[in-house]
């Protein structure tokens, strides 16, 4: 790979690096001597002589407590440049209903799958339908690293390596990131008192010896999905299993025959055990009836309707709580009045927009009444503070 074609695509896996980073240290100290930055790391990657700079590990408190591992945002960019190259071909061999890291997909796609689920598999609600909800116990920190490095050199094997500019370069940045160990030279914001509470199989520390991958990083989700993606086909073509959905590791399968989901459930957790060295967590392996409904990625979903989970509400109350006015946490208003707007919680807007309004309840009633769209609902909230 020429320099010059290195040096262009290292420049746009910047400009995507930064968004959203304008304002963090790193990437002010990056960018405030970009040029010279962008040619020594090119060098550095046309020399096989890149190194990876220390991280920054801290726990994270909401919405669950994790560990974040955070990668430097030079390597940040580093990151972007091969997520460029191997998401296409990646993306190709995932199932369509594998949710988290895709584009034009993500949370509110699935809950819409989930909702076209049941209603294809009750006929419209005409018969019963149940639904099996799996998880799988400390995931990222269960991966292991060899079967992964496997999986995605076999998955560009099978594409030819279309589109890889680089194919030794490619191996040579997989090896790098599947194989690191961020917590030898990492730097941690948090006391070690934070991880006092936080289980064993959510933290790197304590993972087995060549298994895990930093939560935080770009390509972390990009290869999730791929080291989950045998179980996708296997649900999909093996089990014949047709309403399935993924998202990370938070598995959805609806199906008319609860018998057929309780030895799916066996069938799913030996294949986990034998080719992907993982375990379900029986806390969260639920099987229930549509009827009495369900939580899935943040909501709750019921027969024609579905509302917004209570970790969301929770959320939007705080954020009015700590907002002493409109215009003060404005943004984050407007944020969770869209979210809920995808939902069915009309009744719940109207509630909390009048703790927002309160002089003006009719005004702002009518404008969520008659458009259901939030652009007239914040100009009222504008106009009438």
């Not at 460029?84 to 199932?95: K, N």
């Not at 099996?132 to 496997?150: E, Q």
């Not at 939007?316 to 215009?327: I, N, P, Q």
Request: aromatic share 12%; with cysteine.
């Amino acid at each position: 790979m020429e320099m010059d074609t290195l040096r262009r695509q290292l420049l746009h896996a910047y400009l995507d690096a930064r968004k959203h980073k304008r304002n963090t240290v790193n990437q002010l100290e990056f960018e405030r001597d970009l040029e010279s930055n962008l040619l020594s790391l090119a060098y550095d990657l046309h020399e096989r002589r890149y190194a990876l700079r220390p991280s920054i590990c801290f726990i994270h408190e909401k919405p669950v407590k994790r560990e974040i591992v955070a990668a430097h945002f030079r390597d940040r960019v580093v990151h972007h440049l091969l997520y460029s190259w191997i998401y296409p071909l990646c993306d190709r061999s995932f199932i369509y209903d594998s949710y988290s890291c895709r584009v034009g997909k993500g949370t509110l796609f699935g809950i819409e799958r989930a909702k076209k689920f049941i209603i294809a598999e009750s006929r419209d609600f005409t018969r019963e339908c149940f639904v099996l909800r799996l998880d799988v116990t400390g995931f990222f920190m269960a991966i292991r690293r060899d079967i992964l490095y496997r999986q995605v050199v076999e998955l560009l094997r099978c594409h030819r390596w279309e589109g890889i500019p680089d194919r030794g370069l490619c191996i040579y940045l997989l090896k790098k990131f599947i194989f690191a160990n961020p917590l030898e030279s990492a730097k941690y914001k948090s006391p070690p008192s934070a991880w006092d509470d936080l289980p064993r199989n959510k933290s790197l520390k304590y993972a087995a010896p060549d298994c895990g991958l930093p939560i935080g990083n770009l390509t972390s989700q990009l290869f999730g999905n791929v080291y989950m993606n045998p179980l996708d086909h296997f649900v999909k073509q093996n089990l014949k299993v047709r309403h399935y959905g993924r998202y990370v590791d938070d598995l959805l399968l609806v199906h008319h025959d609860k018998r057929f989901l309780l030895s799916a459930i066996e069938r799913i957790r030996i294949f986990m055990k034998d080719r992907l060295f993982l375990t379900l967590n029986e806390k969260k392996t639920k099987l229930q009836s549509v009827e009495k409904g369900f939580d899935f990625l943040g909501a709750f979903a019921l027969p024609y309707r579905t509302y917004p989970g209570r970790r969301i509400v929770a959320n939007f109350k705080e954020c009015l709580r700590r907002s002493a006015s409109f215009e003060n946490g404005q943004s984050r208003i407007v944020s969770y009045c869209g979210l809920l707007g995808h939902f069915d919680a009309f009744g719940m807007q109207r509630k909390l927009a009048r703790t927002i309004t309160p002089n003006h309840p009719n005004k702002h009633s009518y404008f969520l009444r008659k458009n259901r769209r939030i652009a007239p609902f914040t100009n009222c909230l504008q106009i009438h503070p």
